[in-house]
């Protein structure tokens, strides 16, 4: 089943899966008002959709996205270019396209083309990215004339190292698919990258829900360190010892059959 907004399309893959389409192909899906808009009222909608548990996002056409719409900079008159003004602008933005990043559920980026600037951060901003072979990776914002934004100087580095994160930002370095896979960038290159994203959706929307959310939420807190992490995954590990959902994990293994989980 399909969900057809203009800018942004939604299809439910299977019961728990959602495929997200950027879809402004003309414009290579760049972040213009509406598709902001949209898009804040699409990931709204699927973070309280209790029955998904995996979502794969990608661009129509031959981008995955190239980032903001920058045109409003060539409008109107001074009033709306002041440092007030811009961060008016860009803190909305930024927390709209940010979205992803705080679904309680795993997020795929199939980049299927081009990641550019915010297009970069947006797949950043997913749990895992998969890329197709023309797809490429830059963060060109001081090349721009700019400085880097939604969250770039803690996405970038957090996945490639601050070296190679340096290296992209004051470079604008393009990187191919294959450099972005050595780097760490991805996870993989494959001929199909939605199929490939949406399997990889169905075996994690396969797993038992309740854990796969702590999971991320433990995962995301990694960084405060061993002892952090030790204390989240004694409050969460019991948490799932006491679901209906382990003794099925267990029921499952014993009987070598797919496990059936239900998220109780």
């Known amino acids: 089943m399909k969900q057809n907004h ?6 439910e893959v299977s019961p728990w899966v959602r495929l997200v389409t950027l879809n ?3 414009l290579r899906n760049a972040m213009t008002e509406q598709m902001t808009t ?21 661009g129509a056409g031959t981008s995955f996205c190239s980032g903001a719409d920058l045109s409003f900079l060539g ?19 930024y927390d709209a396209w940010l979205m992803a990043h705080r679904l309680p559920v795993p997020v795929i980026a ?9 297009g970069l951060c947006l797949a950043l901003s997913c749990d895992l990215r998969y890329a197709a072979r023309p797809a490429v990776f830059s963060a060109p914002f001081n090349s721009l004339g700019t400085h880097g934004g939604m969250g770039v100087n803690y996405l970038l580095p957090e996945v490639v190292g601050k070296a190679r994160a340096r290296e992209m930002l004051y470079t604008g370095r393009l990187l191919d698919a294959e450099v972005a896979l050595d780097w760490g960038l991805v996870s993989d290159v494959v001929d199909d990258v939605v199929e490939h994203s949406l399997e990889i959706a169905g075996r994690i929307a396969a797993a038992a829900p309740i854990a796969t959310r702590l ?18 995954e004694a409050l969460a590990q ?27």
């Not at 409008?75 to 933005?93: C, I, N, S």
């Not at 999971?215 to 989240?232: F, I, N, P, Y």
């Not at 679901?243 to 029921?251: A, V, Y």
């Open 75 to 93: 409008q109107g008159g001074d009033d709306h270019l002041t440092p007030d003004a811009l961060r008016d602008k860009m803190v909305p933005f």
């Open 24 to 26: 402004l192909p003309k």
């Open 238 to 264: 019991p948490v799932t010892m006491a679901t209906e959902d382990l003794q099925e994990g267990i029921r499952a293994r014993r009987e070598h059959r797919p496990a059936q989980f239900k998220g109780r």
């Open 215 to 232: 999971t991320k939420v433990g995962l995301e807190h990694a960084g405060d360190g061993l002892e952090a992490s030790l204390r989240w």
């Open 110 to 118: 199939a980049v299927n083309g081009p990641a550019i600037g915010a």
């Open 6 to 11: 203009r800018e942004v399309v939604v299809e």
């Open 38 to 58: 949209t898009w804040r009222e699409v990931i709204a909608a699927i973070g309280i959709d209790k029955d998904v548990r995996s979502v794969v996002v990608t």
